[in-house]
């Protein structure tokens, strides 16, 4: 195989952001948001999952004015100007934390390919459709 | 096989960056390309020339150093979860106006881009964290 200076050109992978923890106690959820944004950058196919106490970090509302952390749940709305168009949520995680879809924020990405149409970002599924959509990455990140 | 390794975690608290090491070095011993180890978030940690750990342990940065130096490996610490935590270098101690830089020997400072690269560039990028 040749020795490419450009060996990202082209090639186009299945990028899996898997987010397991709540926004706020520890970092993880901060800090992988920043890979996802700029994973958008290299123009691969990026989607998020939310499982676990990861459902929390698209809750709606969130105010952090009483525990002085940065609040970023602003950047999620942001994913859909980075080309990301998917970010599946677990029902199951949902369910045990008494949570459903209307307690998320209604991310939105506008279709390209159907005249900027804006459409849901968020897809609830089930752990074992998750599990098809982890097997079916190529490349699969967990914080 | 081509790895990307990915190291989310720090020294000695969590066993992230033990089995991120010995998998490194399974995987060369075995004929397979490394081409990048990755530092994220407390993974940074790993880059510091300043540990002491006790003499009856095991050294984790200076053996990451090393298996660097034998294996001509790139070591990447990401800039971003590096300056939230003060791993420093001389561009980053100039940049920001630091006293003292502490990066150990065979790492560098880059951006998370080197991250994202990897996992195109490589066949599997592996992660170990907690």
């Known amino acids: 195989m040749s020795e490419d200076t450009n060996q990202t050109s082209g090639t186009v992978k299945k990028f899996l952001y898997v987010n397991r923890r709540a926004p706020h106690g520890t970092n993880y959820a901060q800090e992988g948001l920043e890979v996802a944004l700029i994973g958008a950058a290299f123009e691969q196919d990026v989607t998020l999952a939310f499982i676990d106490d990861g459902v929390f970090q698209l809750k709606k509302d969130q105010d952090t004015s009483d525990i002085g952390t940065k609040n970023f749940s602003a950047t999620y709305g942001a994913l859909g100007d980075y080309d990301v168009q998917k970010a599946y949520v677990e029902q199951e995680s949902l369910d045990a934390r008494g949570l459903t879809g209307d307690d998320l924020m209604p991310l939105v990405y506008e279709d390209e390919d159907d005249d900027w149409e804006e459409k849901p970002m968020i897809h609830i599924i089930s752990a074992e459709e998750m599990r098809e959509i982890i097997d079916q990455s190529d490349v699969v990140l967990n914080f | ?130």
Not at chain 2, 3 to 17: D, T
Not at chain 2, 32 to 45: C, I, K, L, S, T
């Open chain 2, 1 to 130: 096989m081509k790895f990307a390794v990915l190291v989310n975690e720090g020294p000695y608290a969590h066993q992230a960056s033990d089995s991120a090491y010995y998998f490194t070095q399974a995987a060369l011993s075995q004929g397979h390309e490394v081409m990048r180890v990755f530092f994220y978030h407390d993974g940074v940690n790993n880059g510091t020339r300043l540990t002491t750990p006790p003499q009856d342990d095991r050294n984790i940065t200076n053996r990451w150093s090393e298996l660097a130096k034998q294996n001509d490996l790139d070591l990447v610490v990401c800039v971003a979860a590096a300056q939230r935590r003060g791993i420093v270098d001389e561009d980053e101690q100039k940049r920001n106006s630091k006293d003292a830089n502490n990066i150990a020997e065979g790492f560098r400072i880059s951006g998370l881009g080197q991250l994202v690269e990897a996992g195109i560039q490589a066949d599997r990028l592996v992660s170990f964290g907690d």
